[in-house]
């Protein structure tokens, strides 16, 4: 299943790094990162809630960029 969020991130570096957070998440196949429309796209893993993935990804993305956000 792959769904699009909505974030807020204010440089490109910043949502690279996002990304990098966003995969390395239990539950997360994929994820990639659009800058220029500000959207995550995330594929998650067979059987995965990706509300529950979701808020750890956040909690991820928060550790290393705290001034971003993902829209759930």
């Known amino acids: 299943m792959i769904k699009t969020y909505k974030i ?29 429309t500000l959207k995550m796209n995330v594929e998650f893993e067979e059987g995965q809630d990706p509300q529950t993935v979701m808020r750890q990804v956040r909690k991820n993305c928060k550790r290393i960029e705290d001034d971003c956000e993902i829209y759930l």
């Open 8 to 36: 807020e991130v204010d440089c490109a570096n910043c949502a690279n790094k996002m990304e990098e957070a966003a995969q390395k998440t239990k539950g997360v196949k994929n994820a990639a990162v659009n800058f220029m």
